[in-house]
């Protein structure tokens, strides 16, 4: 015996979307809906889908269910190209993101002096008011410094 689990595919997805917003939030949300709805089919529950492109029972993927997800794979894949190429032109304008390092040049020279007068990680973070993860990278791109 297959039990019927509604599932109102379209109408939640776009309750969870912000005051109707439907940028790549909602394609993600439709691509993990469609990869969830392989478990039911492998139990052999029937999913009853009520709004959108795929309304009505389905006991297993089908034609329109396998086109949905490939279209909401698309549609990543295209957020994602898009994604690296405004990153890469940014970055050719000499703009690039991320936060601020920590270490400026006085500080890089504070802590490789205080590291050849053999004082510790510990005690170098301390006088610079920096973690000790971030002594030890310093430390490391000036052992090597070929390697950025």
Known sequence: ????????????I??????GDFGPQHGRLRELTL?????????????????????????????ILDLALALAEDRRRDIVTKTKNGLESAR?????????PVVDDDKQRVILARRAEDQSIRE????VKVSGGVVHKTL????????S
């Open 35 to 63: 990869i969830v709805l392989n478990d039911p089919f492998q139990r052999g529950t029937a999913v009853k889908v009520l709004d959108g492109i795929t309304t009505g029972e389905h006991t297993e993927r089908s034609l």
């Open 124 to 127: 170098i973070a301390v006088a």
């Open 140 to 147: 490391n791109l000036a052992a090597a410094p070929g390697d």
């Open 1 to 12: 015996m297959t039990t019927t689990t509604p599932c109102r595919h379209d109408s939640s």
């Open 92 to 100: 050719a304008r000499g703009r690039v993101g991320g936060r601020r």
């Open 14 to 19: 776009n309750a969870r979307s912000h005051a």
